[in-house]
Nanobody, 119 residues
């Protein structure tokens, strides 16, 4: 099993920044992809960003491109999401997730951290 713990959420004004962190522990897998998702009230959970085992392999939702940056520490057990130029529509619970090699979907999820952007 893999345990994921997110931190860094909070309340920020529009135009501000936050940095989310997600630390993985427990069983480790090489070749994992780590990602961030979010879910706003009344909406489905949506993809935000992902980073592959190779640091240069990243992917972003169109809605966050140019504003959010995903990164991973050298040990590849912690993933970060730097969020700049935040908008009220970024308000959501943000979840960290891990996908093991060969899996068609993300296998492990964190408990989520609330991000609220005021206008």
């Amino acid at each position: 099993q893999v345990q994921l713990v997110e931190s860094g959420g909070g309340l920020v004004q529009a135009g501000g920044s936050l940095r989310l962190s997600c630390a993985a522990s427990g069983r480790t897998f090489s070749g994992t992809t780590m990602g961030w998702f979010r879910q706003a009230p009344g909406n489905d959970r949506e993809f935000v960003a992902a980073i592959g085992w190779n640091f240069g392999n990243t992917d972003y939702a169109d809605s966050v491109k140019g504003r959010f940056t995903i990164s991973r520490d050298r040990a590849k057990t912690t993933v970060f999401l730097q969020m700049n130029s935040l908008k009220p529509e970024d308000t959501a619970v943000y979840y960290c997730a891990v996908r093991i090699p060969g899996a068609g979907q993300y296998n492990y999820w964190g408990q989520g951290t609330q991000v609220t952007v005021s206008s």
